[in-house]
């Protein structure tokens, strides 16, 4: 069992590294939010080094890196609306044909939703976008590779992925999703301070939520800033302090994919790797030598540094600046 | 003394979800007192109030801009009630109310009935949903006649309801009122698992230096639990005192109330 | 009939004076969105000067504006957690004894989340906030007083405020509540475009949802600034142009609450006058005088001036600024 | 050809929802060239793009940094998807999928069935969030027999369903495709009123040049309606041309498709 986040006294330091996060806080079984908007490869690279089993990955969509945790042995269930690099799996085609990979399928609103109802503690929420699809099919719901077995209630009988009703209100029929509460979120951030308020800018997606809806968050950031940096600009803070488990700090955390503000996302690392999983063969090859092979993720970047120079790491940072023209002011005295 | 006897029962570290009026000043004295590492947060959407200096006064309401400056978010309803209380992370609460009774529920809507209201009250604002939710709620009002009901002249928060089981049959987490602090006491309740048992009822904890239980009861209209360890509270001291004047400014404190 | 937002073609400047914004948009019957962050005193005089009629006003918690637009007789019915100044204004205390204001109550939470619900296309939304609590009770929810007449159905039958159901999900009890979606939203922000971003910072409360959710959004703004100035801070934007109907300059537009980061809250100026709401004779005076007497806001400010001189005004200007130690980067080049 | 015949449907100053791939540089193509108006939007969150050079090419992805810079409003997928498209507010929405059926119904998740996959897709995204409550909805996609079916191997987005009343009937707003635009041909879709009437088919209504009725009837594998007023498309001017192809940057356009 993780160590619940309320073990947590405010104010004192959640600073540790990436291993001693994920043997903390991330269990076997573990629901576990990753989106694609920011995703955290130190986590992940650390979660498939520590050999978690049976997890289950969420998100509106997931990125490569779910993928990775699922033919690594660390993932076997997802519910997403979109996985990010499965056309050219192989091996992720072939886990989700015969099984090992299960799956309900939702959508991103319907999963930013059904995260938003977790955060807030209601039940369930409304959308429409399942409406007049086979989605509603009753053997679609449950098909052989779904998630029914999650949804077993005590009186052995299966809870819908989603469910019609009447409204009360107006007696129109009315297409509900059960919320959804990960018991770990997984992000990179621009910065954080030590005691965990995280300030994430640029496309936010479902982010927030997730972090709201998740018992345990884990965040690696870029930069970890003093707190004055934080409340000097209080509007990024998609997550307070105490909302948050574990702070790793980590350069270069979000590679390959990018951080605005940052970094560019390294397309030519993505399309050369695919981070290996386009077969069995190349996908064992890559997680040898990029994460069995490396301790942490600064050995992965150093890795890196040394098999393609600096120069292809240092071209990917962000020059450009965006200046605000007038930056708003919130004295009050 | 009603603010500093609230003030007293804030932990350090802990997440508060603040309420509007007096609750602002009690949770600033804790801050500012014994508790520098709760974490205050207020329904409008500032979490986690820092005060930039120590010459500043209480925040006068919850969405006061001075909650911005120092905080940590600056969010809306959504998070700070939505997300932070009715998520379940708010570890305490402090609220006032109008009227509590027996079983810790708590008016703030009107005195006398909905069909014959002798006075219509602002009404809950964020009450209802922080009684709902807070992980331990702290209610603080001043001890008067009008004030302790047997039963509230309306429930809009609710307490334990009609006593042991009450929020599980509503469909509530089990968890409740815990300590209403007044002007003359400190209140504690008779449950020691949210509400599932024990008998649910308001029960004497502290008195006030120099009040008497019979003049507590003389108020209180109900045959009122004392706790078998009743015990006088300790005076103010004067550090409280001098913070809380000055953090008042001269807002909430009233000669004779609090 | 009021205006449609979509009559309007993107692109094309949204600036026009308080009155054609009233005149255009607002019509007889409304339900109008008036938040306590931020009150728009601009377009809440000019909506009592042309004489409306028979409005709803929704928010979280209304300001004392709510109060004033109900003695002046252009609301006469109330859907909100928290009515700010009622205690002292006798006239408003009668009128909602005798019926001539009817209400029912929500919460600051139910109020954004119905608002949220309104915004997003749902139906309704859960919270647990009024369980175990009076309000339902069935005779209190359709109380002499209620809204009742604006729940009946088209057979007839009267839909309820609120109504639990047993989730399809886990059998448990859940408490839902209707979307709230407002004809019209009135607010005033600290700045906006020609084009209607808005942009607000401080706390926040159910702004945003109560813009999204309105039909049509009114905006005076402190200050009209360039596309760039919006564009270079994207993140303080709470709706975008396509949302908004009206734009009007207004500086003071706040006035006598505060802007966060321009001026604070004229406290004297509220004890003063309560906004002449204490009793009848005072309300008519102050009617009389601040609000038939002054033909627009900029008129309002004026008097305010000349009975209390410019500097109780100027002092309530804002001197510090909290400046951004480290100015967040977007850059992505 | 497909990217320019999309993009000719977007309409100057409408607010549009523009879904992931080509789409996102037909709605660039549009922005530049005859819709400087319209409001750029897509799922992550950035509102109303606008780019701040001409010399940028078209975002590649929907969360896209370049799509932040020249934005009103950075969002996220709450504002976007919640409110901005299932609050009905998004004019038009560009879609791809991977098929499309007689009634406009697509499919983003699978070729063959639920049990027996030949392929798992990515999925749908905001693909079936977007069919469901978008104003009007532009769909587009390579004109081939495997993507054209009379009825798709699996619906994830509603369309007309299967026929007049079907979205009604399904609870869904009077509204659906309007446009699907292919590498050979425009269709429209025979409805008046949004699918409560007409038969609600696909019906072709522009040719490419150079493109005949014939074959295009040989790839769609139902009786093809036509429009009484079919006719040819414009050839994309020179204009478009260069445009495209520098707004793409060599991303989305392969030799022989689009």
């Not at chain 1, 049976?54 to 779910?66: D, F, Q, Y």
């Not at chain 1, 998630?147 to 469910?163: F, K, N, T, V």
């Not at chain 2, 602002?122 to 702290?138: E, H, L, M, W, Y």
Request: with cysteine; charged share 20%; net charge negative.
């Amino acid at each position: 069992m993780a160590e619940p986040i309320d073990s947590w006294p405010s104010g004192r330091s959640k600073l540790m590294t990436a291993r001693e996060a994920v043997q903390r806080f991330v269990s076997d079984g573990d629901t576990i939010y990753s989106g694609f908007n920011i995703l955290s490869l130190s986590l992940t690279n650390e979660i498939i080094r520590q050999g978690k089993k049976h997890l289950k990955a969420v998100a509106g969509s997931v990125t490569p890196n779910v993928t990775m945790m699922s033919i690594a042995g660390s993932v076997d269930r997802i519910e997403t609306g979109y996985l990010s690099g499965t056309l050219n799996s192989k091996p992720f085609q072939e886990m989700m044909r015969d099984g090992r990979v299960k799956w309900n399928d939702y959508t991103n609103m319907t999963i930013t939703l059904r995260l938003m109802a977790g955060g807030m503690g209601m039940p369930f929420i409304c959308a429409n976008s399942f409406l007049g699809t086979d989605y509603l099919k009753p053997e679609i719901m449950n098909h052989s590779r779904s998630l029914a077995e999650d949804r077993r209630r005590e009186d052995g009988s299966i809870s819908p992925p989603y469910a019609v009703i009447e409204s009360p209100f107006d007696g129109k029929k009315a297409l509900l999703y059960p919320a959804l509460k990960p018991d770990v979120a997984i992000v990179h951030c621009q910065r954080a301070d030590e005691e965990g308020n995280i300030q994430i800018w640029g496309p936010q997606a479902d982010t927030k939520w997730g972090l709201w809806a998740s018992r345990n968050v884990l965040v690696t950031a870029e930069e970890i800033v003093p707190r004055s940096v934080i409340s000097t600009e209080p509007h990024f803070t998609v997550v307070p302090g105490f909302k948050v488990s574990a702070v790793i700090h980590e350069p270069w955390g979000a590679h390959p994919s990018g951080l605005n503000g940052h970094y560019r996302a390294d397309r030519s690392w993505m399309e050369l790797t695919g981070y290996g999983m386009t077969d069995w063969d190349s996908a064992r090859q890559y997680l040898d030598e990029w994460v069995y092979g490396t301790e942490d993720h600064a050995a992965y970047i150093t890795r890196y540094r040394e098999r393609f120079g600096d120069d292809l790491l240092e071209a990917l940072r962000v020059k450009d600046k965006m200046v605000p023209e007038q930056p708003a002011q919130y004295g009050w005295r | 003394m009603m603010i500093i006897a609230t003030a007293r029962q804030v932990r350090d570290g802990e997440s508060v979800i603040v309420g509007m009026g007096p609750p602002l000043l009690s949770a600033a004295l804790a801050k500012y007192h014994h508790a520098p590492n709760m974490w205050y947060c207020t329904e409008s959407g500032p979490l986690d109030w820092v005060p930039t200096s120590r010459d500043l006064p209480a925040p006068i309401g919850i969405a006061d801009h001075s909650l911005v400056e120092g905080s940590a978010m600056s969010g809306d309803m959504a998070d700070a009630l939505g997300a932070f209380v009715n998520g379940g992370w708010a570890q305490s609460a402090i609220l006032q109310a109008a009227q509590i009774d027996r079983f810790g529920n708590l008016n703030t809507i009107l005195a006398g009935t909905f069909e014959d209201p002798i006075r219509r009250l602002p009404g809950t604002g964020g009450n209802a949903d922080i009684g709902a939710s807070a992980q331990r709620v702290i209610s603080t009002m001043p001890l008067e006649s009008r004030r302790f009901k047997e039963r509230a002249d309306f429930r809009t928060t609710a307490g334990y309801i009609d006593g042991p089981g009450g929020r599980a049959e509503a469909g509530l987490a089990v968890q409740g009122p815990n300590v209403c602090a007044t002007t003359m006491c400190v209140f504690s309740f008779d449950t020691p698992d949210g509400g599932l048992t024990g008998s649910c009822e308001m029960v004497l904890e502290q008195l006030f230096p120099g009040v008497s239980l019979e003049e507590v009861q003389a108020i209180v209209p109900w045959d009122l639990k004392v706790s078998p360890d009743l015990s006088y509270m300790d005076p103010p001291t004067e550090e409280e005192l001098t913070l809380v004047r000055h953090l008042d400014n001269g807002n909430h404190l009233r000669p004779g109330r609090y």
